[in-house]
């Protein structure tokens, strides 16, 4: 019987295989951001890696909430299943040089680093025979629609019946794709690793979750010069809920990390009528669950209290957003070692404090042991049309050289790792309590 390798040699191997492959994992991850395609739509995005998955023999299910694709590599016993995941889609930014000119869309994200990353561990679990001394299989994943954009599209989608959820990672929590999995480990690119700031990974991550609620409130219509006193002023009734909110804004905690930010999206119809109809939309954004619900209380009798007070109705139609991003402890020290051993220590953080920003990841995270770790290799412009990949061996070679290495150390000799990180994992929410009260968030607050 041959010699089990060491965890070292393993790491060796497939950091050689990714090197080895640099020049295709630079070509598919250019050839993603040449074409940014958003959420629910990435179909050209998803034959890129389909086409990689498919040379490699690697088998695969497609189509998964219409744009998604998770394959499956076997390692030499089923002890433990590690989930690779990349983001799918692009933003929008017309102004972007590289944008789509017929969409404005544009990979001012990066998540075509992500991508060319899923493919370079791809390539490395493919081309060497590392696998066969691995305790677990690999599922590699592409999941639709990371942004929360374009509601409108996705309603329609919803009334369709093709989708339940705004988000993709949501939407694979209610499709079961993440069933067969025990751990997910992610990464997202950061503005790192150039003159500005040498740091070129960071390990532990925070970020706010949030909820997103449209507003609607119904007044009467009249004429506004001849007979405002038989109207019911829906814009007057949208600016008390507005100021309710705002003066309780000193009930904010600075520890809770609160963001609150209506717009008006319909103002009225006709200067010369009494507005019947005003339409607001807003997202209530808090570091942790209770403190968006708490938050998403008082902005509701916010609400309820402009209409109370003109005699108007208001409808509030509350959407689930992301849950608060808390990267699991065990992922984060096995995944700091290997950046340490890859970047040297003064070029890695351990922990990146938090952030008010929000990602779907953090829905994973709530239900099964998940990590996003963060490589470098772009600007700090994200979203907007300055954003630029500075250095693509470091964005894309380097983060698959990172999670090859965090598939190893978890699946390594019986997969110890992987079982020691979901024995000492606690889920905020089940598979089906997530589905029934966070799905289900709009009733709570009618
Ligand atoms: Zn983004
Ligand atoms: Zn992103």
């Not at 404005?104 to 679990?125: E, F, P, Q, S, T």
């Not at 979203?383 to 965090?406: C, E, I, N, P, T």
Request: contains cysteine.
């Amino acid at each position: 019987m041959k010699e089990r390798r060491s965890k070292e040699e393993l790491k060796r191997l497939a950091l050689e295989a990714i090197d080895k492959r640099r020049e295709d994992i630079l070509a598919l991850g250019d050839d993603i951001y040449s074409e940014p395609e958003l959420g629910y739509k990435e179909f050209k995005t998803a034959k890129k890696l389909t086409r990689v998955f498919s040379e490699l023999g690697i088998p695969f299910d497609e189509g998964i909430a219409i744009t998604g694709v998770k394959g499956k590599l076997k390692g030499r016993s089923d002890a433990a299943t590690v989930g690779v995941m990349a983001e799918l889609d692009s933003v929008v930014s017309p102004q972007h040089p590289n944008a789509d000119p017929q969409t404005g869309a544009a990979h001012c994200c990066g998540h075509n680093a992500m991508m060319a990353a899923l493919a370079g561990v791809a390539y490395a679990l493919t081309d060497t025979d590392i696998l066969e001394d691995l305790d677990g299989d690999v599922a590699l994943i592409a999941v639709p629609a990371e942004e929360f954009v374009e509601l409108g599209y996705r309603k329609t989608l919803i009334e369709e019946g093709k989708i339940h959820f705004m988000s993709g990672k949501q939407e694979f929590i209610r499709l079961g794709v993440f069933d067969d999995i025990d751990v997910i480990v992610m990464q997202h690119t950061f503005g790192g690793g150039n003159e500005e700031n040498p740091l070129k990974a960071m390990a532990g991550e925070s970020w706010n979750g949030f909820l997103g609620q449209e507003v609607t409130y119904i007044g009467k219509e009249a004429h506004a010069g001849m007979a405002p006193h038989s109207g019911i002023n829906a814009l007057a009734a949208a600016q008390v809920g507005l100021f309710a909110i705002n003066l309780q804004r000193e009930t904010f905690q600075e520890k809770d990390f609160v963001r609150v930010h209506p717009i008006i999206t319909k103002g009225g119809d006709l200067v010369n009528v009494i507005p019947g109809e005003v339409k607001i939309e807003t997202q209530i954004r808090a570091s942790t669950l209770p403190a968006i619900l708490e938050t998403a209380e008082k902005v509701s009798r916010s609400w309820k209290a402009g209409a109370d007070a003109l005699g108007a109705k208001v409808i509030i139609d509350t959407l689930p957003g992301y849950l608060p991003v808390r990267s699991n402890e065990l992922l984060v020290d096995l995944t700091y070692k290997n950046m340490v051993e890859l970047f040297g220590e003064e070029y890695v953080l351990k922990d990146s404090g938090h952030e008010t920003g929000s990602s779907d990841i953090g829905d994973v995270g709530a239900i099964l042991p998940a990590i996003q770790f963060r490589v470098g290799g772009s600007n700090n412009k994200f979203h907007a049309s300055d954003f630029r990949l500075l250095d693509r061996d470091l964005a894309y070679l380097g983060a698959a050289k990172l999670l090859v290495m965090d598939v190893i150390d978890l699946l390594y000799e019986g997969a110890e790792a992987a079982k020691k990180v979901v024995e000492e994992f606690e889920p905020l929410y089940t598979k089906e309590e997530y589905l029934s009260e966070w799905g289900g968030i709009g009733e709570r607050f009618k």
